[in-house]
Nanobody
């Protein structure tokens, strides 16, 4: 059974940085992992993803150059480093794993990121 737990969300001022983590368990080394987000009143959207081998990474245009996704297979953890944050980055951020691309099979509970102007 795959289990995902996000952590690291919080409140930050515009222009600041924040890192969120996704601790995975349940044979997730063969799974692709991505971050999605959902802002109030908006649809859930893809933010960044990394395939199981780590050799392919994808970002939404809105976060390119500001966000970095990485994967530590030894710790079974996927990170999302967010720099130059904007108020429009405010959302609940979800970690998602699966064998498809983008992954969609397993979801974490989400972590709130709030960027104040």
């Amino acid at each position: 059974q795959v289990h995902l737990v996000e952590s690291g969300g919080g409140l930050v001022q515009a222009g600041g940085s924040l890192s969120v983590s996704c601790a995975t368990s349940g044979a997730t080394s063969a799974h692709n992992v991505a971050w999605f987000r959902q802002a109030p009143g908006a649809e859930r959207e893809f933010v960044a993803g990394i395939i199981s081998s780590g050799i392919y990474i994808s970002y939404a245009d809105s976060v390119k150059g500001r966000f970095t996704i990485s994967r530590d297979s030894n710790k079974n953890t996927v990170y999302l480093q967010m720099n130059s944050l904007k108020p429009e980055d405010t959302a609940v951020y979800y970690c998602v794993a699966g064998k498809a691309w983008p992954p969609s099979s397993y979801w974490g509970q989400g972590t709130q990121v709030t960027v104040s102007s």
